[in-house]
C-alpha cells in the first residue's frame, strides 16, 4: 500500500479520507510588506486545532500543509494541532516564491544540489530540529517571470523529490508560469505524473490549464468562494470542459487560506467547511457526478501525496 508522509508518521494513503490539497494552519511569514502583516499570522495552535475540529466535524479527514519553514512553519504546533484534532496533516518543506519570504542569501549561496539535500534531509530525517518529517517538496514562482533563484529551488525540488518519492508541488503567483515551471521539471527529467501547480484557477484561461494538464501534472483550483479572483460560475465552467476532456484524475480542490480573514475562528470566514458545505454541493446543481467530487477530495490527494515506492 502507498504510503503519506504525515507530521504523526507516515500512514496508508487510502486512511486519508477527504482531503483539503492545499491549506494554512500555522504560519508566521518571514518575507517582507504586505506578506508579513498581522493577517498573514495564523500563530495561535489553540485556533489552529479549532480549525482541524471544525474540518473533522463535517467528515474532513486531511490537510495539506503548505507552509516552508521561511513562511514561518511551526512544526510542534503541527503535531500538536493534528494530535488533538485527530486530522491528519502532511507538511512541507522547501520554499515559497522569492518575493514572498524565500530564503535568499541560503538560496544564492548554495548550489541545486545542497538545496536538494536541505529538501532530503527534511524528508527523511525531520524538520526544525525534530524527528518530524515533511511529506512532499514546495517551490513557487514570481508574477510573470521565474527568478535564478527560484529556478534553483525547482530544479533541487525536482532532484529531492524524485530521490524520497514525494511529490513537487508549486505556488504560482496569480496563476502565471505554470508552463515555464513544468518545462523546467521536464528538462530535469521529472516524472510529470508527481508534480502538481497550485492557483492556476487564477489565470482562468482554459487553454492554458490544457497545457499543464497535457504534460501529466495535476492542478488545484485553490479560490472557490473567494469572489474577488473572479466568480465561481467561471471555475465552474472551466471544471465542466476539463472534466468533459477527461481530467478528473488530475484535478484537486482547496482554498487556500492563509490570512485571518480566511478563517472562522480567527472572527471572520469562510473557514475550511466552505468547500464541502457550499462548493461540492454547487457542483453536483451543475451536473457533475459524486464520483467526480470523490476524484477531486478523496482519490487524487491519495494517489499524488502517496510515496513512489
Not at 492545499?22 to 518575507?31: A, V
Not at 541545486?112 to 524538520?127: H, W
Not at 517571470?145 to 518519492?165: L, S, Y
Not at 475562528?265 to 468547500?275: L, S
Request: net charge negative.
Amino acid at each position: 500500500m502507498t504510503k503519506v508522509r504525515t507530521v504523526l508518521g507516515d500512514i496508508d494513503a487510502s486512511d486519508l479520507g477527504f482531503t483539503m490539497a492545499h491549506e494554512h494552519i500555522l504560519t508566521n511569514p518571514q518575507g517582507s510588506g504586505s506578506k508579513a502583516e498581522e493577517g498573514h499570522k495564523l500563530d495561535s495552535v489553540e485556533k489552529a486545532i479549532e480549525m482541524l475540529d471544525e474540518f473533522k466535524a463535517i467528515g474532513g479527514g486531511c490537510i495539506i500543509e503548505t507552509t516552508p519553514k521561511s513562511w514561518g512553519r511551526n512544526t510542534p504546533g503541527m503535531v500538536e494541532a493534528s494530535k488533538a484534532s485527530g486530522v491528519h496533516v502532511v507538511a512541507c518543506t522547501g520554499y515559497i516564491c522569492e518575493e514572498h519570504g524565500l530564503m535568499t542569501e541560503e538560496v544564492s549561496d548554495l548550489t541545486i544540489n545542497q538545496v536538494a539535500d536541505i529538501m532530503i534531509k527534511e524528508i527523511s530525517e525531520g524538520m526544525d530540529g525534530t524527528d518530524v518529517k515533511a511529506g512532499w517538496v514546495k517551490a513557487g514562482t514570481a508574477y510573470l517571470h521565474i527568478t535564478p533563484n527560484e529556478e534553483k529551488v525547482i530544479r533541487a525540488a525536482c532532484r529531492a523529490a524524485t530521490e524520497t518519492g514525494v511529490c513537487f508541488h508549486t505556488h504560482t503567483t496569480a496563476g502565471t508560469m505554470g508552463i515555464e515551471q513544468t518545462e523546467i521539471a521536464q528538462s530535469e527529467g521529472f516524472d510529470m505524473e508527481r508534480m502538481i501547480i497550485a492557483h492556476v484557477d487564477r489565470l482562468p484561461d482554459l487553454w492554458y490549464h490544457r497545457k499543464i494538464l497535457q504534460t501529466g501534472a495535476y492542478i488545484i483550483y485553490d479560490g472557490p468562494g473567494k469572489a474577488k479572483y473572479y466568480p465561481d460560475s467561471m471555475r465552474i465552467e472551466l471544471l465542466t470542459q476539463l472534466v468533459a476532456d477527461g481530467y478528473q484524475e488530475k484535478i484537486m480542490l482547496s482554498n487556500d487560506m492563509g490570512r485571518r480573514t480566511h478563517h472562522k475562528v480567527y472572527g471572520f470566514g469562510p473557514g475550511f467547511n466552505w468547500i464541502k458545505e457550499r462548493f461540492l454541493p454547487r457542483l453536483l446543481e451543475e451536473g457533475f457526478t459524486q464520483d467526480t467530487l470523490d476524484h477531486f477530495m478523496v482519490h487524487n490527494p491519495a494517489r499524488i501525496y502517496g510515496m513512489a515506492k
